[in-house]
């Protein structure tokens, strides 16, 4: 039976190959890419999620992949930092705002493409306005995903975090020389092939774990730290955010 699968960043590395993995099988395949929308912008994320909402009200598969890599700090026409728009908002919004559709799925299953090492939220400077470092700011997405994984409400949609780790994806295309020419020149020799980082996230997609939220890094599970109180802290600080630009304020 056919089934519907979201792809977010579906249009470039691990994104694209799993994209054409499910279209190769007969499913019906959504592959966003940024010429679809900015998903950096919560505006265009919501006009997004309304639309496949409307025209797919069954989501089998939600995978969030969409990621640019900063080396400076932007901040988007909403106010916020680029990476904590794009990493962290814009996938909570798309979780949530889909949640109908994909309740009415057999087997639901979001997986989130991002970090399941250490990190830490920046309480005090979300936007990282004081000292912004790329790191930094891919490491609280990272943790932000854990904690809005443990924060997300459902009983039968399934959440995984899922760490791919080294894989050609264009993270070369960010740097300036000569910093480029190495990370092109580490990924050429180091990456594992975006196709070969498919089969373990599918077979996740295909068949989801038994448990509400869990982690893997490359195929393997690995031990989540998710406290159920500072989920809670962030989703309410995250959904104060959204709904305080939603209202122009």
Partial sequence: MSRTILITGGTHGIGRALARHYDERGDRVIAVGSRDADLSSLEQTRDLAE??????????????????????????????????????????????????????????????????????????????????????????????????????????????????????TGLHRPFKQPVRGIVRAASTLFAQPAAEAVPPIAALIDDPPAGRLTAYKKGKPVRLDADPGEARRFEELVRSMTDHARRGG
């Avoid at 989501?59 to 080396?71: E, K, N, S, T």
């Avoid at 490491?139 to 949609?157: C, D, F, H, K, V």
């Fill in 51 to 168: 639309r496949v909402s409307a025209e797919h009200p069954v989501i089998d598969a939600l995978v969030l992949g969409a990621f640019r890599y900063h080396p400076r700090r932007i901040e988007t026409e909403e106010g916020f930092e680029a990476t904590f728009a794009l990493y962290v908002l814009s996938r909570r919004l798309l979780a949530v705002a889909l949640r109908t559709s994909l309740e009415r799925a057999g087997r639901p299953v979001i997986v989130n493409l991002c970090g399941t090492g250490p990190g830490r939220i920046h309480w005090d400077d979300l936007q990282l306005t004081t000292r912004y470092r790329p790191l930094a700011a891919i490491t609280q997405g990272a943790r932000a995903s854990a904690l809005l994984g443990a924060a997300y409400a459902s009983e039968r949609t399934r959440y995984v975090l899922y760490n791919p780790v080294f894989v050609a």
